[in-house]
């Protein structure tokens, strides 16, 4: 009977958890309710990054461990995303009916336990030997429950952010990043050392110390959630509108053209994205600690660059961001060509070079991420965020559908064109896509609120007058005169 009441309790404590703040606080109290979620966030984003770190970094490792083919790389890409996407439109629906805060903490703690079945699934390889296609699916079907139940609370958690972090986005958000990345780059670490130990011996129990890993810190991520504060929001049914009227407009409106514009550089990028690990792992022969050293480069040059970006953004704007970064992008998939084309078997320049290619590749994406997450704060009322994120979201998983599939295809194929193999060339048709798509988006964005207008000439002089007086300061000329 005690353990019937204790089980209660539990359930009304969660349920208490998940309901609307009371409304009737004072404007000061929550000011620092609000104050106090926004630190709450950072410590729940450094955990969910041991889940980056530690399972989601390495999923595609897994994937050629428990014997994938590209082509299965690519679906477990694009399916997850896509589905996940669309699981969004669920979410829509439920927040007529709970609080945004009850949704995200039910939707992460599941995706946690999801890396308690990615355990199973690798035991069907390891463990009962099935040296045939069942494992990959099996890994395809879980890891999509376990983007799904993230998805879920996607929405819900943009929507609540918004109203926590009502301006400066960019200044915050950067700093929240920075700090979030100093966790992923430990976790991703310490991962690559465990699989490096387990490789030769005992390679799954290496992953199983990882997914544990991932899902314990995914779990303390829900348990922060729990701690934060929710602004009530009173459902508005006239903002609601659907996906296939949002559709119709898209091509007329500002945020329909970001969302046609973001759907289709996630469609050239994944064409190449998915398979740079698989070309690391299995074309140039990479340990998971040279696979490591790349896979840093890339987030720690993107976590030291994110509160730069983020307060150039809150000066002059997202989307000027966006056509800076944007052109630095379109460059990442030729680099890793020229890297394949001119430097075969030379691994340890290839390791170099490449984590030389990475660095400018966090750079690039840290302010093309930055920039287009804090243009939906911008673009879009509060009562819309939730709805404006999912069709966003719905229209990038169609294009990571499309491009994952297609690269997935195509990498898997035995071919040469301009004396490339597959691989490169998706890598060249990635590239040459990145440009396309950036020359015809380019001028098409608007920005929404007041900036600073920026001159790169002007910008540069700044940048000259600051370190000129900073060599004034070290002069030892003078010092010499009054000697």
Not at 175 to 181: D, L
């Amino acid at each position: 009977m005690w353990k019937k009441d204790l089980k209660v309790r539990i359930i009304k404590i969660y349920m208490k958890k998940g309901k609307q703040e009371d409304t009737t606080i004072s404007k000061k109290e929550e000011e620092r309710l609000i104050e106090k979620t926004k630190k709450i966030s950072v410590r729940e984003g450094s955990a969910y990054s041991m889940m980056e770190g530690f399972g989601s970094r390495y999923t595609t490792p897994f994937a050629l461990a428990i014997g994938a083919n590209n082509t299965q790389i690519g679906l477990l890409s694009s399916i997850p995303s896509l589905l996940g996407s669309f699981s969004q439109l669920y979410t829509l629906h439920e927040m007529d009916k709970w609080s945004r805060k009850k949704i995200v903490i039910i939707g992460v703690f599941l995706q946690a336990l999801m890396w308690l079945a990615l355990i199973g699934v690798g035991a069907l390889y390891f463990v009962l030997d099935l040296r045939n296609s069942i494992p990959a699916y099996s890994l395809i079907f879980v890891y999509t429950l376990l983007v799904v139940f993230g998805a879920i609370a996607s929405p819900a958690w943009t929507s609540w952010m918004r109203d926590i972090v009502t301006k400066n986005h960019g200044d915050y958000f950067g700093r929240r990043n920075r700090i979030v990345g100093i966790f992923a780059f430990a976790s991703i670490l310490v991962a690559s050392f465990v699989l490096d130990y387990f490789k030769n011996t005992k390679l799954y129990l290496g992953f199983i110390i990882l997914f544990s890993l991932a899902f314990l810190g995914r779990a303390i991520s829900a348990y922060m959630f729990t701690k934060q504060y929710e602004p009530k929001l009173k459902p508005d049914k006239s903002a609601y509108f659907t996906i296939f009227q949002f559709v119709k407009k898209m091509a007329s409106n500002n945020f329909g053209k970001f969302t046609i514009y973001s759907s289709l550089v996630l469609l050239v990028v994944t064409i190449a994205g998915p398979f740079f690990a698989v070309y690391m792992l299995k074309n140039l022969g990479f340990s998971y600690i040279d696979y490591m050293a790349v896979t840093l480069a890339s987030l720690v040059s993107s976590f030291i660059f994110m509160p730069a970006w983020g307060k150039f953004s809150d000066k002059h704007g997202n989307v000027k961001t966006m056509r800076i970064s944007g052109l630095m992008i379109t460059l990442i998939p030729i680099l890793w060509l020229l890297v394949g084309v001119f430097m075969v078997g030379k691994i340890e320049n290839v390791t170099i070079v490449l984590i030389l290619v990475e660095i400018y590749s966090g750079i690039s994406w840290a302010g093309f991420n930055l920039a287009s997450g804090n243009f939906l704060y911008d673009v879009v009322s509060r009562q819309r965020v939730a709805i404006c994120a999912s069709y966003y979201n719905i229209l990038n998983g169609v294009g990571i559908l499309i491009g994952a599939t297609l690269g997935g295809i195509l990498s898997s194929l035995s071919f040469t064109i301009f004396g490339l193999n597959s691989i490169l060339f998706i890598f060249l048709l990635s590239g040459i896509g990145r440009l396309i798509i950036y020359a015809i988006f380019n001028k098409k964005l608007k920005e929404v609120r007041k900036i600073e207008d920026f001159s790169f000439k002007r910008y540069t002089k700044e940048k000259m007058f600051y370190l000129e007086r900073v060599f004034k300061i070290f002069d030892t000329s003078k010092i010499r005169g009054r000697v």
